[in-house]
């Protein structure tokens, strides 16, 4: 496990009237669904930045404009290890479209606990919560 290559991964924490934006993956695939923020791997050359706009537009259509970092986590899954770098985002223009997960939910940050949320995403969701 410690020689094997760290995926960065970038998530964004959208915001509004108190609420935050999360997703839930499908039931195939990685992280099979549970609930995360959204986002995805940043792609070689590419900021944080440019990667959580990037993924948010592919993913839910959505222009985000990064605000703030919140904290980067490393989580081991048996079959990779992330390194979760979380960002705080303003929403700017679009309507979310799920175009890549099977629901969304705007949550109060005390309620986030209560959702299945993929592991590497818990410490964010502590802090978040308070
Ligand atoms: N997007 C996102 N991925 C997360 C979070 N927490 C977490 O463990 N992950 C994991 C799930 C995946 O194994 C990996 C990110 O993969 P992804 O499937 O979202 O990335 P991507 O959009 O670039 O997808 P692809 O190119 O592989 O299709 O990180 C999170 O909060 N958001």
Redesign the pocket.
């Known amino acids: 496990m410690q020689n094997r290559k760290v995926?960065r991964?970038?998530?964004g924490v959208v915001k509004k009237d108190g609420k935050i934006l999360l997703t839930q993956?499908y039931d195939k695939?990685?992280?099979t669904g549970?609930w995360?923020?959204?986002?995805?791997?940043v792609?070689t050359c590419e900021t944080d930045s440019d990667a959580i706009c990037r993924?948010l537009e592919?993913?839910l259509a959505i222009q985000v404009e990064v605000v703030s970092p919140l904290i980067e986590t490393l989580?081991h899954?048996p079959d990779?290890s992330?390194l979760?770098c979380?960002y705080e985002c303003q929403w700017i223009s679009g309507s979310i479209l799920l175009r890549?997960h099977q629901k969304m939910a705007w949550v109060e940050p005390e309620k986030l606990l209560d959702f299945e949320l993929?592991?590497?995403?818990v410490p964010?969701v502590r802090m978040l919560a308070g």
Do not use: M, N, Q, T
């Not at 995360?36 to 791997?41: A, L, R, S, T, V």
């Not at 993929?118 to 995403?121: G, L, N, R, V, Y």
């Open positions: 995926l991964v970038v998530a993956r695939g990685d992280e549970l995360e923020f959204p986002g995805g791997k792609e993924e592919e993913e989580h899954y990779k992330i979760l979380s890549c993929s592991a590497a995403d964010v």
